[in-house]
């Protein structure tokens, strides 16, 4: 089993920035990538920013150039930093982590951009 837990949400207002994390534990082994997801309220879960296990990384078109994803081995965390934060990206941020056994999903951390 896999264990994820996020932190790092929170109320800011537009143009802030957050930082979330997200610490795995359990059988994190043979990772395929780690990522992060958002749901805002009546809408589909969505991808964020997801990062492979070459290093490579994925963004929604909606986050880029905003969003940086970034993964700490050392300490099985995978961060996203998000700047200049608009109205639009309110949601529950949920991480995830997929390897050879299976698809895993933390709590999810509510993020609330607001004046």
């Known amino acids: 089993q896999v264990q994820l837990v996020e932190s790092g949400g929170g109320l800011v207002q537009p143009g802030g920035s957050l930082r979330l994390s997200c610490v795995a534990s359990?059988?994190?082994?043979?990772?395929?990538?780690m990522g992060w997801y958002r749901q805002a309220p009546g809408k589909p879960r969505e991808l964020v920013a997801r990062?492979?296990?070459?290093?490579?990384?994925n963004y929604a078109d909606s986050v880029k150039g905003r969003f940086t994803i970034s993964r700490d081995n050392a300490k099985n965390t995978v961060y996203l930093q998000m700047n200049s934060l608009k109205s639009e990206d309110t949601a529950v941020y949920y991480c995830?982590?997929?390897?050879?056994?299976?698809?895993?999903w933390g709590q999810g951390t509510q993020v609330t951009v607001s004046s």
């Open positions: 995830n982590l997929d390897n050879d056994w299976g698809d895993y």
């Open positions: 359990g059988n994190i082994f043979r990772i395929n990538a």
């Open positions: 990062i492979i296990s070459g290093g490579s990384t």
